[in-house]
């Protein structure tokens, strides 16, 4: 299916006759994780069906997904069921239902990054003439787009609420990088399957990761997408760097406000928004 199998992670104990107590009984647990396929689909299938702009019938949803029609088609019908998908009978195709908002409902209840992010967004877009951005990263795998703000003359930003981007890419994966706490071999790891249009020799962009470091926030000039610069500051909180303000536009019209302009901007803005995440917490 192309993503690895969702997992579980238990706690495996020692047998009876070898158990422990004390300090040596917590030594002696050991994380196991274990595969669960069914799992995988279940989230596969609900993430493709977001993403498609048209209902999809089972055998599309298959091919795109690699799955037997039949297994696909007996999903499909529990998650109907479970008022996640709707079914048309006449066309005979699936699509997500609004019931699925029902699970999210807590997260959209609460005050959240989005909220504090999207004047922001919206103030940034107008003064810089480019796109601006929320995400929120999922440790070293994936960025979540949960805010956006488009100005987009002359670029073409195929971006939406709720896409997804390999963490360590562009801009923002050098904040990720530079304020995380990953152990760096992880981060090499992850950083060999990125794909750029133009991609930087790891020791240069080692050393961009500790400029971030040094300037608090980070600039990727069209080494991700040719052309395009993006430039992206850290959202700090007691959990480390999960949110990261970006702004993303044709590099000739950046160059000429200056990055080191709109990136002091971008850091003074993002450290408000830590301020501010940090109160409501």
Request: with cysteine; glycine share 8%.
């Amino acid at each position: 299916m192309g993503r690895k199998p969702s997992t579980i992670k238990t706690i495996a104990n020692r047998s009876p006759r070898h158990a422990a107590t004390g300090e040596e009984a917590g030594k002696s647990r050991t994380v196991v994780t274990r595969q669960v396929p069914a799992a995988s689909r279940v989230i596969a299938i609900l993430r493709l069906l977001g993403r498609s702009e048209i209902p999809m019938g089972v055998h599309a949803v298959a091919n795109a997904l690699g799955l037997i029609p039949s297994t696909c088609l007996h999903i499909l019908r529990v998650l109907v069921a479970e008022e996640l998908v709707t079914f048309d009978p006449v066309t005979k195709r699936y699509e997500l239902s609004a019931g699925i908002l029902a699970i999210a409902g807590g997260v959209l209840r609460r005050r959240s990054f989005s909220d504090l992010v999207q004047p922001i967004l919206d103030e940034m877009a107008g003064k810089w003439g480019s796109s601006a951005i929320g995400v929120e990263a999922v440790g070293l795998r994936h960025m979540v787009v949960v805010a956006i703000s488009r100005m987009e003359q002359g670029l073409r930003l195929r971006t939406d609420i709720g896409s997804r981007f390999p963490a360590l890419i562009s801009a923002t994966g050098r904040c990720i990088a530079a304020f995380g706490s990953y152990p760096q071999d992880e981060i090499k790891h992850r950083f060999g399957e990125l794909r750029w249009d133009n991609p930087p020799a790891w020791d240069d962009w080692l050393a961009e990761v500790e400029e971030t470091k040094r300037l608090g926030y980070a600039v990727d000039d069209g080494h991700y997408i040719s052309g395009v610069t993006t430039i992206a500051a850290p959202v700090f909180s007691a959990a480390g760097v999960r949110n990261v303000l970006i702004i993303v536009g044709v590099r000739e019209q950046l160059r000429r406000f200056g990055y080191a302009t709109v990136g002091a901007e971008l850091k003074r803005q993002a450290m408000a928004v830590s301020e501010e995440m940090s109160r409501l917490r």
